[in-house]
């Protein structure tokens, strides 16, 4: 399995990851192994490989035979006038430790960040860019699709996933909703499964129109969720740990339902946006989202309550030029010019600017339900 391992060479701090074998083989031998292999890909003998790898011939030698009898597979082939080549094992090692590096780059990026800043506490450190993990929103993907000079990084998560990100430090701030039902101390003692309240910093930004999709016109005359179970129509889903989903499990909990009563439960989309064209494709007759998503593709809608959609900020940026620059512009014209252009959408009146934890539950309780 992989394993981590970090260097600190002040500065830049870098994470390095490396592969464990196992099979009596230590992470040393395994890393040492891929390094041998590409180098043996590359100069197409065993001699040059090992220079390349800063070994000798005979230690190369022992440590491909050591692999071979470990993996119980064989690892390069010798042919008559070809020299030393991979064997079909050892190219999948290669191309699966290729993709895996280059995925868990992006990954590991931000804890490199978290933790240059916690081996050095006294120098602040002021992103250029802000490293957003979001639930997804149609308004905000449009708005930094098409908006100007919008220096962040956003992806796509559930809220659940958005704020454990935030938590380890995978990202400067989260976007998340709630349901406008939840009283300030609810959203305390939900939000405080992941974060702790002096350490982070909110921005409430809008509230948001949710119901059930429908083929265009409602031609089943849904009204709720009963009446989905009761049809036995063809449900799309949102994926586990997103908001949506959340709200989606409350109201069947609510109308005394389970999942084995939808059928297409365990259909799960990551987005309103793959929602609402899973109906309007036919691949399903309802499902749960907001009201812009159905009328962008032409569904009917059943609202059935509005949440709040906020933005969670770890503090010791809070004052940064990128963070200020950020909440202006959800502040600006523009923005609220693209959210009075989307069905549902209501930009957020209870406050201008970061509000600490405190302040931000007890908002909660005075927004409209």
């Not at 802000?130 to 708005?143: E, G, N, P, V």
């Not at 499902?287 to 593709?297: K, L, N």
């Not at 949440?307 to 809070?318: E, F, K, P, T, W």
Request: with cysteine.
């Amino acid at each position: 399995m992989p394993t981590i391992a970090t260097s600190y060479n002040p500065p830049p701090l870098s994470i390095r990851w490396s592969w464990d074998l196992g099979l009596g083989l230590s992470t040393a031998e395994s890393t040492a192994l891929l390094g041998l292999l590409a180098a043996l890909r590359e100069h197409g003998t065993l001699g040059q490989a090992a220079t390349a790898a800063n070994t000798s011939y005979r230690a190369a030698w022992g440590l491909l035979r050591k692999c071979e009898q470990a993996l119980a597979k064989p690892l390069v082939i010798k042919a008559p006038g070809k020299g030393t080549q991979l064997s079909e094992f050892a190219e999948q090692l290669l191309q699966l430790d290729g993709v895996a590096r280059s995925t868990l780059q992006e990954i590991h990026a931000p804890w490199g960040q978290r933790l240059q800043e916690l081996l050095s506490p006294s120098e602040a450190v002021e992103p250029e860019r802000l490293r957003i993990a979001a639930s997804h929103d149609l308004a905000l993907a449009d708005w930094i699709e098409n908006g100007r000079h919008i220096t962040v990084d956003i992806f796509w998560r559930g809220s659940e996933e958005a704020l454990l990100a935030l938590a380890r430090g995978e990202c400067d701030a989260a976007g998340f909703h709630l349901p406008t039902t939840l009283s300030g101390e609810q959203a305390a003692t939900w939000l405080g499964r992941w974060l702790k309240p002096r350490q982070f910093v909110f921005f409430p930004i809008m509230r948001r129109q949710h119901g059930i999709l429908t083929v265009a016109g409602n031609p089943f005359g849904i009204q709720s969720l009963a009446d989905v179970a009761r049809l036995g129509l063809r449900m799309v889903n949102r994926q586990r740990g997103s908001g949506t989903r959340g709200m989606i499990d409350q109201l069947m909990a609510a109308n005394g339902l389970n999942t084995r009563d939808i059928p297409g439960y365990a259909h799960e989309e990551f987005t309103h946006d793959a929602v609402a064209s899973a109906i309007a494709s036919g691949q399903a007759d309802v499902g749960f989202g907001i009201q812009a998503a159905a009328a962008r593709y032409d569904l009917g809608f059943v609202p059935l309550g509005q949440d709040q959609y906020c933005l969670a900020v770890r503090s010791s940026i809070a004052h940064s030029s990128a963070v200020r620059q950020l909440i202006r512009r959800f502040l600006g014209n523009t923005f609220h010019e693209r959210l009075a252009a989307l069905p549902g959408y209501v930009a957020t009146s209870v406050a201008g600017e970061l509000l600490p934890w405190e302040q931000f539950t007890a908002a909660l309780n005075d927004q409209p339900r």
